[in-house]
């Protein structure tokens, strides 16, 4: 027995188009209703032809819907949440794709009172926005963290959790502050260093800059893919999960600062310690499944 039977993404992009590609391939008979506020991207999303309605409003998008999966950008949640509030069906699940969520939650606690609300995160996902970029197997053997308010709705939280396997997903259960706290530190602390360092290259010198640009074929390039990630999203993500974020970097400084002395002392052995303990965790991720060159992931589309 399918989970949904009437799914409405809000937000056409890369995720929301890769929900409505997953679940035209997993759950064909699931009716897919999509809404973007920007009305090229609605007809690009037309165009591509991956939902079997488009709608003109968020409203007339989730009137009869029984699962309305909110897919914009963090900072954008709680504005749909209102514009959704007074046509939302009283049965319907709310859910979202957020990077972050509890900040997500208290916002579309506030939209949408009495609403039920059940908070999802694939942590799937590429560098690429819009709804071209999106790909039907992205959630494919990926993690997506369920998030449910205290006192949900276990019915509700599992067909939520039911929906995201049927797209391939491995799904598991936290509270949202424990999930900031980890994406924090394996997310949005190493995207937030990508961006630094791709930024501190393109300070330096012209003739230097040519040559990062020559050069970048080892670890400069992947940080390089990771910092073209989109704006918009990721200035919400640091925004929304500021405390986590900025405890993690107070703690990665004061190791960056731990190496800086290792490297002025001479500290062989510190160094030699640290990369090991490193080159130890990159193997345990590639041994279960979960490194970048995963068949699936499809991080070429
Ligand atoms: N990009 C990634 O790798 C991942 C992103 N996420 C989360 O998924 C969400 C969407 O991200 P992407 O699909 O990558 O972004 P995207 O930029 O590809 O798509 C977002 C879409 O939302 C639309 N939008 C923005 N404000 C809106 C509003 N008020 N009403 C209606 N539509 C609106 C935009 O026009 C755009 O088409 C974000 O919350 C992000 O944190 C989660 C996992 C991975
Ligand atoms: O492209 C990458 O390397 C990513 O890390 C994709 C990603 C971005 C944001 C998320 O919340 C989850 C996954």
Redesign the pocket.
Known sequence: MLPFARVTI???????SSVARAVRATMPTVRVTG????AD?RARADALDFLDDIADT?GVAVIDADLVIL????G?MG??GAEIAADLPADAIVSD???SKETILNALTAALPGATIIPA??????EN??PE?GFATLFNGRWCIVTPPEGADPTAVERVIAFWKRLGANVETMDAKHHDLVLAVTSHLPHLIAYTIVGTASDMEEVTRSEVIKFSAGGFRDFTRIAA??P??WRD?FLSNKDAVLEMLQRFSEDLTALQRAIRWGDGDQLFDLFTRTRAIRRSIIEQGQDDAAPDFGRSH
Do not use: K, N
């Open positions: 809000i937000g056409l992009g890369l995720i929301g809404y973007d506020g920007d991207v968020a897919c914009v950008p963090v954008a504005a749909v794709v957020g990077s995160h694939p942590v799937a996902g590429t926005s819009g970029a990630s989109d918009t999203m993500v």
